[in-house]
């Protein structure tokens, strides 16, 4: 058995399933009003204050905080087109021109919305940035040309250039002209091939990990599917090519296409408190505005010719509307109630809302005055458009339900079980999926047509369902995309659109040259991307390990379970604690072990004896790092507003030291093994006016702990509680601000962005000759050890010998 590195491609040809319906004729019910000359209020962006920049210092150079901030609104160009980002240090304000946020419930801009694509932003943060459209933005210069200097550039072009006569009559400012042209050139092949790069590496049908959410097609060209996991794949015709994309860390909820197929706008949420919308233009792979919102969105769609963005919501307001650059549009006098459904003619003179209580309205977009509005069946759900605009449907208790558009009347009723629908808007009828009266068994139903039962793979349950040219493509909460086809007899057939399985990493840590991973309970070894993996051990029970002499600490950070200690040199395995919860993070110090318990305490395990050695019984404790022989340190919530969220505990005494810091939740506690006096951690501030997460950096002082001195090195406005963190002397890895890698140089106070693949980082660490990025898909990106150049993403293939 060994591991193979590879990149895996597919290749689907498309199939016919259904036959091709007649294109009816476009039926413009909303456009029957006359234009008035009445013209439409302007919703003019607010002017924020210019951004600012602050000087990250060495722990050592000051004991008062000084902080970098990770701008998180900027939507900026693709980062593979600029794979080297430096920040200047200085104190020169930002020339750019920024944006206010939208703080209501229409949907601001939020500060934790940070591009997900983008080395071009600035870590240095900006109270605010411009939420740019992309044509507004200029393309970034590649790096090769940025290094060069004027004379090196001039001087390669006139080798090339062959003498003539005409040659010394030329002025130095034609001469600079052509220097220019040529130097603009070259920066346009060189972000062309960039693009093209990176348009080769997301060539990957993605598995969908926690199930498929949501699927949108555009009319010709292609379709999205979404997933938990905040993944987005799109699928080219007639091919279906594979495009993917990580947008979010959160799931993916609803997604609508423009009309012209550019841009993909998604809804993603937690389920809890986090709601937010973003539009993406997919083809840079560049975020071009994000707002978010303070509760649960419910629709999500574009106006005909795609001038609106429509976000149905469960407030009092029911609905908002944005253009393509993200500004607030004003189309209703009065709020429509909670919105279920929005759309337009083809003219976009009128828009027509579905309300949760039956309500059909129908408004002139210009005069924002109600034309007409009819009742009809309330509390239909997921409710769409069929047969050219002209007909609704919707599902209510056991009932699928057809409304005329343009008098609320129900024009058919079908009885249906918990139906997912697939129609597309050129449909004559309702198209929907439902389970069959036999177990873990299906069917698609066609208005009073119904095909043969048919079941998937792993007893999938089928999520989501998209009538796509003339097949039904599906999605199932095991993260599979089906292509189904009908024979004429009325029986079903599956085509899996998947890619190879691989084996996902878990873990990583480094040491020298050496770079271990854990996958799937194995341990590798490995020293670059090209290399054949090395297998240490088969049998790691867990999905953490840390480096220990010459062996490993393995637990699980998911589940309750032991925590292992396994040694290479006697080939044995052996418990050395049972926790009474899962372990989310675990350190060693010497031959000991510290860990926090949630609801238990503070742990100290000896790993030869397998004793504990110390314990502190307290609830909420998040971490724990022995520092030195005497003393722990423990973070925690500050949830009474007056404990400190970090203090020390004198292992001898049991005395506790709080840190006078401000903050609610202090967390992440990693020190620096070149430099055991030095700390980071993260530091959660969750004022309603000050929401922020700060890097913070620690300077141990071990003679007399209350004069150790804190540093911000980085700070991010807006809350972010599962940053990564790694430290190796004088950098800095982290990412800080939900999207791709930071590193800071604290030795020549130098911060940058590193440029990101598909998948957005989940943690990182640092060999010999390399920078590695575990993925939240558990792909390896592999950078040069700067993390300046971007070298390859693997994903590691299980095969048989």
Known sequence: MKIKTSIVFFLFLSLNIFPQEAQQPYTDILGQEPETSVEEQETK??????????????????????????????????????????????????????????????????????????????????????????????????????????????????????????????????????????????????????????????KIPHLFEGGVTAIAAHFSTSFFAGGKDGFLTKYSYPNLEPDTWQISRFPIKYL??????????????????????????????????????????????????????????????????????????????????????????????????YGETGRLVYTNVKKKKILTQFITESKLETPALIKNYTQIIGYK???????????????????????????????????????????????????????????????????????????????TDKGVLYKMQQKPDGSVTLTELTPEYYSPVSDVQSAGSLLYFLSEGKIYSLTEPEAEPALIYAKAKGDRFLLYENGFIIWSSKKTAPIYYYSQDLQTEKIIFRPRSAITTLSVYKDTIAFAEPFSGVSLINIITAKRTFFYKAVGIQEALQINDDSVLVSKSASDGLSSPLFLINIQTEEIFPFT???????????????????????????????????????????????????????????DIDPSLYLRKYVILTNLGKNSLVAQNKRIRETYRLPRDYALPKKSCIIKSFLISLNTDGSLSWYSQNGKRFIKTIRLKETDI
């Not at 002017?47 to 990250?56: A, D, G, K, R, V």
């Not at 309702?430 to 009266?437: A, F, K, L, Q």
């Not at 993260?682 to 309603?688: E, R, S, T």
């Open 256 to 353: 609508a296409i423009h009309p012209k197929g550019k841009y993909i706008a998604a809804y993603e949420s937690d389920g809890f408190g986090l709601h937010r919308v973003s539009l993406w233009d997919w083809e840079e792979k560049k975020q071009v505005f994000v707002k978010r919102f303070t509760g649960a969105v419910v629709s999500l769609s574009w106006s005909a010719q795609g001038s609106f963005l429509f976000v149905g919501t469960a407030s009092l307001e029911g609905i908002t509307v944005f253009d393509l650059h993200g500004n607030p549009q004003k189309l209703f006098d009065a709020p429509p109630g909670i919105v279920l459904l929005a759309a337009t003619g083809l003219n976009e003179k009128n828009i027509v809302t």
């Open 661 to 719: 810091i401000q903050g609610d939740f202090a967390f992440g506690l990693s020190i620096d093994a070149d430099q055991p006096n030095y700390l980071a951690f993260f530091l959660l501030q969750q004022k309603p006016e000050n929401v922020k997460t700060d890097l913070i950096g620690m300077r141990i002082n071990q003679n007399k702990i209350s004069e150790s001195t804190f540093t911000v090195l980085l700070s991010y406005k807006d809350e």
């Open 397 to 475: 208790n056991n009932k699928v339900y057809v409304v005329k558009a343009d008098g609320g009347e129900v024009l058919a009723e079908y009885p249906a079980k918990n139906a997912i629908f697939a129609s597309k808007i050129t449909d004559s009828l309702p198209i929907w999926i439902e389970r069959s009266s036999k177990r873990n068994y299906w069917h698609l139903r066609q208005g009073n047509k119904t095909s043969g039962d048919f079941a998937l793979p792993n007893k999938a349950v089928i999520t989501s369902a998209r009538h796509i040219q003339s097949s039904i493509i599906l999605g």
């Open 45 to 202: 962006p607010a002017e924020n204050p210019e951004p600012t920049e602050s000087i990250p210092q060495h722990p050592d150079s000051q004991k008062h905080d000084t902080e970098t901030k990770i701008d998180a609104d900027k939507p900026t160009e693709n980062s593979n087109a600029q794979p080297e980002q430096k920040i200047n240090k200085t104190t020169e304000k930002n020339e750019s021109q920024t944006e206010t946020a939208t703080e209501s419930e229409t949907g601001k801009t939020s500060a934790d919305e940070q591009p997900t694509d983008s080395t071009d932003q600035a870590t240095e943060t900006p109270e605010a940035e411009k939420t740019a459209h992309p044509a507004d933005e200029k393309k970034e210069e590649p790096d090769e040309q940025k290094d060069a200097s004027p004379e090196d550039t001039e001087s390669s072009q006139k080798d090339k250039t062959l003498p003539n006569k005409n040659e010394e009559s030329k002025t130095p400012e034609q001469e600079e002209i052509e220097r220019l042209e040529a130097e603009k050139k070259k920066q346009e092949q060189s972000i062309a091939d960039a693009k093209k790069l990176l348009k080769e590496r997301t």
